[in-house]
Nanobody, 125 residues
């Protein structure tokens, strides 16, 4: 059974940091690209960041413009986990954050085959 379980969400003040983690099981994690998406109330789910299967962030990571320079995605294929380090958080980063798996480095939700249940991140001003 495929499972993606996010953790690490919470309430933080603007300018603060959070680290989200996603634990994967039930599929061959190391051959999938992994992504983070977020969805704010009343808005569509949007791409945040993605990392390719081999996890080399210098060559195989992608970020939405809104988070570039503030967020960093990483993965540990030995532990089947992907993380999202979020720094300099802003109130507009408030959303439910989801991790997802895709066969390629993608930005569209439709190209991700496995999804977690999400974790809430709230940034207060």
């Amino acid at each position: 059974q495929v499972q993606l379980v996010e953790s690490g969400g919470g309430l933080v003040q603007a300018g603060g940091s959070l680290r989200l983690s996603c634990a994967a099981s039930g599929f061959t994690f190391s051959i999938y690209a992994m992504g983070w998406f977020r969805q704010a109330p009343g808005k569509e789910r949007e791409f945040v960041a993605a990392i390719s299967w081999n996890g080399d962030p210098l060559y195989s990571a992608d970020y939405a413009d809104s988070v570039k320079g503030r967020f960093a995605i990483s993965r540990d294929n030995a532990k089947n986990t992907v993380s999202l380090q979020m720094n300099s958080l802003k109130p507009e980063d408030t959303a439910v954050y989801y991790c997802a798996a895709s066969r390629g480095l993608r930005r569209k939700t439709s190209e991700y085959v496995y999804w977690g249940q999400g974790t809430q991140v709230t940034v207060s001003s």
